[in-house]
């Protein structure tokens, strides 16, 4: 978690350079590597940067939504339940191509960059001034850069060893019914 005393600029610099990590990584496993299942569990690294994509999506609607003073649409990520909230990304995103998630990961993240730089810093580091869906999920007296870390450099961290053992496996895994390209 962001230390209490962390800037809006330190914060955009570690949402930054782990971004960097992540897209390093995902270089590395390359576009044909991408769609082999066993990365984590069952999930393709395809099936990690949609569910990636997801959470920063909807982080960036409830920022947008709440710039406007609105709250966003519903989402199955709104559960409360993690494991439900995984699950309903996966299902949600397993059948898009890998074009279009790549391109929904880099789209999301660019906008949810942009919603974080507009905020004012005390917006990001006084709990107090945290938005209703960060109290909701995070809890009361939990700053919204808190929220901001959880979905975009944390949640990188978390995935990162799994993507980064993918790079590093040649030949990747066999599909069930065809091998993989690479």
Same mark, same amino acid.
């Given at each position: 978690?962001?230390?209490? !005393? ?50 920063? $999506?909807?982080?960036?609607?409830? =920022? ?25 990304? %996966? ?10 998630? +790549? ?15 507009? =905020?004012?810093?005390?917006? =990001?580091?006084?709990?107090? $001034? ?13 700053? +919204? ?6 979905? !975009? ?5 978390? %995935? ?9 496996? !040649?030949?990747?895994?066999? +599909? ?7």
């Amino acid at each position: 978690m962001p230390q209490a !005393t962390e800037t809006k600029a330190q914060l955009i610099e570690t949402m930054r350079n782990w971004r960097e990590r992540w897209e390093d990584a995902l270089f590395a496993i390359g576009e044909d590597c991408m769609l082999c299942p066993g990365v984590a569990g069952e999930w393709s690294a395809r099936d990690i940067v949609a569910h990636a994509a997801a959470y920063e $999506r909807w982080l960036m609607e409830w =920022l947008e939504a709440s710039s406007r003073g609105a709250s966003a649409r519903p989402s199955p990520l709104d559960d409360a339940d993690p494991q439900r909230r995984d699950r309903a990304a %996966h299902q949600l995103t397993r059948s898009f191509p890998l074009d279009l998630v +790549l391109g929904d990961s880099w789209l999301t993240w660019e906008r949810l960059l942009v919603a974080v730089e507009r =905020l004012p810093e005390q917006d =990001l580091l006084d709990s107090s $001034r945290a938005p209703e869906f960060v109290r909701h999920r995070w809890g009361a007296g939990t700053p +919204l850069a808190e929220a901001v870390a959880s979905m !975009t450099y944390e949640h990188y961290r978390d %995935h990162l060893p799994a993507l980064q053992a993918a790079a590093n496996d !040649t030949p990747c895994p066999e +599909l069930v019914e065809e091998p993989c390209a690479c």
